[in-house]
């Protein structure tokens, strides 16, 4: 690992996807996550590659999708209305089999929303989005050094699974500064054969598609997405457990909402209540193995939200209902505080004793 | 009050790098000033991030008796980058210290270029470059002085004095700061300018072996 630097989280976003090989970056300009763009629109002249800033998202997906085809790393970044905007071409990515990565910085919604943070895209980024039977893995960072760290995993991902990946970060999370390392490892180099490069007439040509003129091939080829995903669902799924060990009370929460509810959990601990925190870090695939695992052990689950209740429903699924799950959420750009949480811990076991 | 042996100014003006502390050294400076017995008035003109304002210690300034002129949708879901009348207002009575919180890089210095007239009329002012060298498009002395010629073509005001502001957040220790003290004299070499103050967080200060240790008090946040 390198010296520690001191960098904002969307800073560290652009700077780790640079160390992971991307040299194309195409968006336009939106608070909370624009020092992407504009960190990108520094570096990248420095280091031979490409930014563009586009004249819309829908323009900065589809110019995505034609690098992702010809097999390099590319990146898009927006936040909240803009990835509406893109979830067409996202849809077009998932459907022609490429790796790229959509970063979305969530803020306040719906609609245009707000500039602060929010986790309400949960929906968008974990169900679809686009149209289609598709999925991304989408990775939700906690700290700046994991918004550089899963830049480079959804780019390895991306590739292994060829699928475009997101990394679903909130406001706070990219504009926050922490110490980071990034790597000095060269990114490893993957053969993509699919890609549209040229056939020095010594091959038949490649083709980028996702139109299926036969509805039984476009069937088949679901089909065998949907093996993949079930590989994705069986080996990717990652999360952090959290003073778990003898908990009796499971707080789940992710990203800027797993930072406050970890005072939380440990506040409630000095009160005595055996309480513990599971951050999911891949949402999709949602770590369903540790959280059926944690219904057996535990009284109760509480969801910790920047939305009205979306993650609510994977907990719900993953543990089969076998447990009460509560939901303590702030949105529209408001964060809950570790004491509105610790209420939600302390109602929670005191109504399922 | 001055560190390195100068007179004290009329205006401070605290202009850098993208998130290179200056909000921060801006709040403290004033609260040291007005604690030494000056009026001080401090002034938000960051039309560029819409985060982490002046106005974020608003109560501590409020206690301290330090007017803030802030723009009027700061901290709000309105990123409109509007400057409010007050601030010439700062600029013009000469009655108390101006301590003025410039946006980062060169972008964020176009704002001053409005005030930069009557500013260089009066004469009375310290331009200070906040200089942090771990932030990752700033490492060398050399990289800062570019960042620096920008601001000053940006903002029509040269610069007078460095302060130098090298941390790594939560992680900083005394020899993380006392690390990059070549860096920043290399800085006050290749720029002619001296160094105004060292700025650390206040419990790191009794480590740290400089002159003009400015101590600085930072916000809690909810997430740490």
Request: glycine share 8%; with cysteine; charged share 20%.
């Amino acid at each position: 690992m390198a010296e520690k630097v001191l960098m904002k989280g969307n800073e560290a976003i652009a700077e780790a996807a640079i160390k992971a090989g991307c040299r194309h970056y195409f968006g336009y300009p939106i608070t909370p996550q624009t020092e992407i763009a504009a960190y990108m629109a520094k570096r990248m002249p420095k280091i031979g590659g490409t930014f563009l800033q586009a004249e819309s998202e829908v323009s900065a997906i589809n110019m995505v999708y034609g690098v992702a085809g010809a097999g390099f790393r590319v990146m898009t970044s927006s936040s909240s209305p803009g990835v509406s905007l893109k979830q067409e071409g996202i849809s077009y990515i998932a459907g022609a089999d490429l790796p790229a990565l959509i970063v979305n910085v969530q803020r306040g919604g719906p609609g245009l929303g707000g500039i602060q943070p929010s986790q309400s895209d949960y929906f968008q980024a974990t169900k679809g989005g686009g149209h289609g039977d598709y999925h991304l893995i989408v990775l939700a960072p906690a700290s700046v050094q994991e918004m550089a760290d899963l830049t480079i995993k959804a780019f390895d991902l991306a590739d292994k699974y060829r699928m475009p990946t997101m990394l679903l970060a909130d406001g706070t999370m990219g504009q926050m500064m922490e110490p980071v390392e990034l790597p000095d490892t060269p990114p490893a180099e993957v053969e993509k054969p699919w890609a549209v490069r040229g056939t020095e007439g010594k091959r038949t040509h490649n083709i980028i598609n996702s139109l299926y003129l036969d509805p039984e091939l476009l069937e088949k080829t679901n089909f065998e997405r949907f093996e993949r995903y079930a590989e994705i669902e069986e080996k990717e799924a990652m999360s952090e457990s959290f003073m778990m060990e003898d908990a009796e009370y499971c707080v789940v929460a992710f990203g800027i909402a797993a930072r406050v509810a970890k005072n939380a959990v440990v506040a409630a601990r000095k009160q005595g209540l055996k309480v513990g925190l599971i951050r999911p870090i891949t949402l999709w695939p949602f770590p369903k193995k540790v959280l059926a695992e944690a219904a057996d052990q535990v009284k109760g689950f509480l969801s910790v939200e920047l939305s009205m209740g979306q993650m609510i429903e994977d907990i719900k699924l993953a543990t089969a209902c076998q447990k009460p799950v509560e939901l303590c959420c702030r949105t529209g750009g408001m964060i809950p505080s570790p004491e509105q949480v610790l209420e939600s811990i302390e109602k929670l076991a005191k109504e399922n004793q | 009050m001055a560190g390195s042996n100068r007179s004290a100014k009329r205006i401070y003006l605290l202009a850098g790098h993208y998130g290179s502390g200056k909000t921060n050294i801006a709040v403290n400076l004033a609260l040291k000033l007005k604690a030494e017995g000056h009026q001080v008035r401090i002034a938000d003109l960051d039309i560029v991030n819409p985060y982490f304002r002046t106005k974020d210690s608003a109560d501590a300034l409020a206690q301290a008796g330090i007017p803030l002129i802030s723009p009027a949708f700061a901290n709000t879901n309105v990123d409109l980058p509007a400057l409010p009348a007050e601030v010439y207002g700062l600029v013009q009575q000469k009655d108390s210290i101006a301590i003025m919180d410039i946006g980062g890089d060169d972008r964020g210095a176009y704002a001053l270029g409005r005030y930069a007239p009557a500013i260089l009329e009066e004469n009375d002012y310290e331009m200070c470059y906040v200089a942090n060298f771990y932030r990752p498009l700033t490492p060398t002395p050399q990289d800062a002085l570019e960042v620096m010629r920008e601001i000053e073509q940006a903002a029509g005001i040269p610069f007078t004095a460095i302060i130098h502001n090298s941390n790594l957040g939560n992680a900083t220790d005394a020899n993380a700061v006392e690390a990059c003290f070549e860096k920043a004299n290399q800085l006050a070499a290749l720029s002619g300018l001296p160094i105004l103050y060292t700025a650390a967080r206040a419990d790191l200060c009794d480590d740290i072996h400089a002159e003009h240790l400015l101590p600085l008090t930072l916000q809690d946040k909810y997430y740490e």
